[in-house]
């Protein structure tokens, strides 16, 4: 096989798949789909946009999910993890096995791994947690001990505690109401894990809010946070600027990224989590962006004649 080849294994691809199956799972429906092409490119935190209404809709917009596992059977599946909460998702959660649907993937770029063997904490809100399965995987296959930190509102809406107590190192599960684990949020729980796991890196995928909490929380004990962001998306190909959100660069300057494409992976850390939804007024090409100054130029050392002349 050719580097060429290699890359067009990689690129997202469109199917037309059939629905192998859709299964309830608590408060979310898991749907499997054959899509051997986007199976065979998938890494952990992609993404799948998916066609939903049929062909006579005027639902015109892909909807976003995350991708929660590939499997090898049929060629190679997909599966994605949804609440059925708007015309979209709930057209979704009515296909039937054998039905077909459109999918195009994968997308967006995916969460980085650790070079070394690290404690990786792996936090989930909601069906965020559903991207975070396949990365434990690939992180334990790594030799990195992999603690989960799963919360949401209520029992029924925590997706894959049985999973990650099974799986991971540590799993604690918080919930609002205290219908499972301890009550509260993720962040009321995240300084006894991280003491007791020692973590070095947090990955999490949830509400932005919950992404943000934990950012900030994670920066006083200075570890570093990839955190992929949900941002709303039309065309989930890098064309439309739906979806875009301020994120500093390593020279320090805010740009408006795509979080389809540059994202939705992104580091906790450079999000500008206050000024989401907005467009800052010193991001790149904002009224108030300036050019950095350049440099001062290195003062020039008086030469010893100089020197002389000046001292007294
Ligand atoms: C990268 C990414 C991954 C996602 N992964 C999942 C997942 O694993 N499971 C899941 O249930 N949902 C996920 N979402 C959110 C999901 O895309 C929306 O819930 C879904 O599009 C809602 O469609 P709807 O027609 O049911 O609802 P509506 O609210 O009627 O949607 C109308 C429009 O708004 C957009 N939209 C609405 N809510 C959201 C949202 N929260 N985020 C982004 N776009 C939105 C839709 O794309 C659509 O264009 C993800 C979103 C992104 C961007
Ligand atoms: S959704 Fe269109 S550019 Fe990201």
């Not at 609440?83 to 967006?108: E, H, K, Q």
């Amino acid at each position: 096989m050719t580097a060429a080849d290699d890359a067009a294994e990689l690129a997202p691809a469109q199917v037309a798949g059939p629905v192998l199956s859709v299964r309830q799972v608590d408060a979310y429906h898991a749907m499997a789909v054959v899509a051997p092409r986007i199976a065979r490119g998938f890494r952990p935190g992609q993404f799948v946009a998916v066609a939903v209404g049929g062909p006579d809709t005027s639902m015109l917009l892909r909807r976003a999910f995350s991708i929660h596992d590939v499997r090898a059977d049929h060629g190679g599946t997909v599966e994605f993890v949804f609440a059925a909460r708007g015309p979209g998702t709930r057209w979704l959660a009515d296909r039937r096995p054998r039905d077909v649907i459109d999918i195009t993937g994968p997308l967006g770029r995916p969460f980085p791994l650790p070079r070394d063997c690290v404690s990786c904490l792996l936090i989930g809100g909601g069906y965020g947690s559903a991207p975070l399965f396949p990365l434990a995987g690939k992180l334990r296959a790594r030799g990195c001990p992999v603690d989960f930190l799963l919360g949401a509102a209520s029992a029924d809406r925590v997706f894959g505690s049985l999973t990650a107590r099974r799986t991971g190192r540590s799993a604690t599960i918080t919930t609002e109401d205290g219908s499972l684990g301890v009550r509260g949020m993720v962040t009321d729980a995240l300084a006894r894990v991280i003491h007791e796991s020692r973590t070095d890196v947090i990955y999490a995928c949830g509400p932005m809010p919950m992404l943000r909490a934990v950012t900030g929380f994670a920066d006083r004990y200075e570890i570093p946070v990839f955190a992929s962001v949900e941002e709303s998306m039309a065309c989930g190909i890098g064309v439309c600027m739906t979806c875009v959100l301020p994120v500093t660069g390593d020279d320090g300057v805010t740009r408006m990224v795509r979080s389809c494409v540059d994202g939705p992976v992104f580091r906790g850390q450079a999000v500008r989590w206050d000024d989401v939804g907005t467009i800052p007024f010193d991001a790149l090409g904002a009224p108030g962006w300036r050019p950095p100054e350049p440099a001062d130029p290195p003062q020039a050392q008086p030469d010893a004649q100089d020197g002389r002349r000046h001292a007294g």
